[in-house]
């Protein structure tokens, strides 16, 4: 099927001091974040003069892609929009239907399925054509990626790479340890189709770190959250890296090798929960640190992109590690099965 372009869809994020409130805003509205969380949310920002580094980071992956898709021969000019900050979807997509785009493909910037990670994406392509109306653009999401070899292949140098930079004596007694945001229990539960069993997210989670593991050689390693939201009342997937760090040094570790499996980019969470909390705690409990690189950057990256491309437009097989399914492919935003991750509301107080 022919496609007129790409459209990278990302969550977005501030880019200074004065966008912060109205960007938390934006993310949280309906959501029953409480307001101190919101507060202490803002203060990472603002550490980081209230720019995040998602904006540039989806930039060079975009600008990458663009280079990628040219050395393939496909014409397909890419274009950005955001869920929560500027260039927001809605104005991307208007902008797309002025330059005359009939059909899209849609990459959103996450592996995994789950409501925040896939069915929101698809949400927000709703939102954007049903802002513009009549002669809104097909738009068509690319699937979800978290066991390409591409993706795994990606993550498993990085680690490679996080190890090397451990002190040599303490490489034998290093932890490895995958994280990815942490979600509301019932969110996880509902991940999936309605009929199915749900846990879509975190066993996608969990089969990534297996392969990316496996790809290194590592036997063991954990699987655990972080960023947590939400009132300390709901439960949300656990236990919290942070947390986490104490049960890797009762266990002997001398270090830990922290991989965030469940992002594409160094945006702020990863910068401030891993890189700034999660390295402190390790210090504190006398554990070297070390953080991997995310796979956005890494050539492969835009290589997988490319592939998840030609799947649509030459109909090459979909390359996969894992018997899991790879779903969330969709059109118009439509659910890519009945049901499929429908968001748990939180309950108003
Ligand atoms: C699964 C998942 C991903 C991975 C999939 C994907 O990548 O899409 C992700 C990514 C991201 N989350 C991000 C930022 C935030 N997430 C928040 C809040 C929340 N995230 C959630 C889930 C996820 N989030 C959830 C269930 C909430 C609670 C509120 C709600 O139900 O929606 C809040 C509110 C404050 C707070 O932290 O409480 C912020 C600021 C940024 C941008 C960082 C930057 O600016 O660099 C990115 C890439
Ligand atoms: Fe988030």
Not at 102 to 108: D, I, K
Request: glycine residues 8%; negative net charge.
């Amino acid at each position: 099927m022919s496609f007129d372009a790409l459209m990278v869809l990302s969550f977005g994020g501030p880019e200074g001091p004065d966008d912060v409130r109205p960007f938390l805003e934006n993310v949280t509205r309906g959501r029953g974040v409480p307001p101190e969380r919101l507060d202490e949310v803002a203060e990472h920002y603002l550490h980081f003069g209230g720019v995040s580094p998602l904006n540039r980071l989806n930039q060079d992956i975009i600008a990458a892609v663009e280079a990628e898709l040219k050395r393939w021969g496909i014409d397909m000019p890419v274009y950005f929009g955001n869920r929560n900050w500027h260039p927001l979807v809605e104005d991307t997509v208007a902008r797309m239907a002025a330059d005359g785009v009939h059909r899209a493909l849609v990459l959103a910037t996450s592996a995994y399925g789950g409501y925040s990670a896939c069915r929101q994406y698809d949400e927000d392509i709703v939102r954007a054509r049903t802002a513009f109306g009549d002669g809104a653009p097909d738009l068509v999401k690319l699937r979800q990626f978290f066991d390409h070899p591409l993706f795994v292949e990606a993550a498993a140098d990085a680690v490679r790479g996080a190890y090397d930079e451990l002190p040599p004596n303490t490489r034998d007694a290093a932890r490895l340890v995958f994280t990815a945001h942490s979600i509301p229990t019932a969110a996880d539960a509902a991940a999936g189709p309605a009929e199915g069993d749900g846990h879509r997210y975190s066993r996608q989670v969990a089969e990534a770190s297996r392969l990316v593991a496996e790809a290194v050689g590592v036997p063991e390693f954990d699987v655990v959250w972080q960023s947590r939201s939400g009132p300390p009342q709901v439960p949300w997937l656990e236990p919290d890296i942070v947390d986490h760090l104490e049960t890797v040094r009762a266990g002997g570790a001398r270090a830990v090798v922290v991989c965030p499996i469940g992002f594409v980019s160094d945006h702020l969470e990863v910068i401030w929960d891993l890189d700034t909390e999660a390295r402190q705690r390790a210090g504190e409990l006398g554990m070297a640190f070390t953080r991997t690189a995310t796979v956005g950057p890494d050539p492969r990256f835009a290589e997988l992109v490319v592939e998840l491309v030609r799947e649509h437009t030459e109909g090459l097989p979909a390359r996969k590690c894992s018997s899991l399914p790879a779903a969330g492919c969709t059109v118009n935003g439509e659910p890519c099965a009945t049901g499929c991750c429908a968001p748990v509301r939180p309950r108003s107080s």
